[in-house]
């Protein structure tokens, strides 16, 4: 299951970004998880609950935001029907997935102490 070491690196990540600015935990990660990055999202946000206790993220919600396949021609940047074959007839081209297989740590929230 290769969504505890994503959920490892995306608690490194955080914990870097936070250090840098002398955060004192994380409140919020949101992550984009394309269609097509064989991250399952379900078992991501169960390894999130599993490991990011006595980390800065232990109170940190994780948001998910699915990011839907997008296949287009790579000659005339037409798309393919939906659910019909990743080709484009008229130019003879294999349609190329443009969007929809990334992960993404897209926000992070930052609990930061005020410096008085």
């Known amino acids: 299951m290769h969504e505890y070491s994503i959920v490892s690196s995306l608690i490194d990540r955080a914990e870097a970004e936070a250090k840098k600015v002398g955060a004192t ?19 991501l946000s169960i390894a999130w609950e599993t490991f990011r206790e006595r980390t800065l993220c232990a109170g940190a919600r994780l948001d ?3 990011v839907p396949a997008v296949w287009k021609c790579p000659r005339c940047g037409a798309a393919p029907a939906p659910g019909g074959p990743l080709r484009c007839f008229p130019c003879n081209q294999p349609a190329r997935l443009v969007a929809g297989d990334e992960l993404v740590l897209a926000h992070l929230e930052l609990e930061v102490p005020d410096h008085v």
């Not at 992550?31 to 078992?43: C, E, T, W, Y």
Request: hydrophobic share 40%; net charge neutral.
């Open 64 to 66: 998910i935001e699915r």
């Open 25 to 43: 935990s994380i409140a919020n990660l949101t992550v984009r998880i394309g269609d097509q990055s064989g991250v399952d999202a379900r078992l």
